[in-house]
């Protein structure tokens, strides 16, 4: 079984900074790509950043330049660097990982889903 457990978030000023964590454990051989999407008003979630395993990165368009995402290997930890904020980045932010599990051969793959945590950007 594989897990995502995330941290960070609350409340911030606009201009402010704030970073999430999401730390992945269980039976993983290897963490293939990993995401930040967040909550729209809309029915699908917006993709935020992405990073996959071998370094290659992108961003939406409304982040680009402010978001930084980023990972702990050793850790099995990734981050979402959030400088510059403004309240339209408030929202539930969600991080996602395509792992492939097993303990030492691959015995499949799956998509995984942290909890969501609250990013509030508000004076």
């Known amino acids: 079984q594989v897990r995502l457990r995330q941290s960070g978030g609350g409340l911030v000023q606009p201009g402010g900074s704030l970073r999430l964590s999401c730390e992945i454990s269980g039976n993983i051989f290897t963490v293939d790509v990993m995401r930040w999407y967040r909550r729209t008003p809309g029915p699908r979630r917006e993709l935020v950043a992405m990073l996959s395993r071998t370094g290659m990165s992108d961003y939406a368009d409304s982040v680009k330049g402010r978001f930084t995402i980023s990972e702990d290997s050793a850790a099995n930890t990734v981050y979402l660097q959030m400088n510059n904020l403004k309240p339209e980045d408030t929202s539930v932010y969600y991080c996602?990982?395509?792992?492939?599990?097993?303990?030492?051969?691959?015995?499949?793959?799956?998509?995984?889903w942290g909890q969501g945590t609250l990013v509030t950007v508000s004076s």
């Open positions: 996602n990982a395509d792992v492939t599990f097993g303990s030492t051969y691959s015995e499949g793959s799956n998509d995984y």
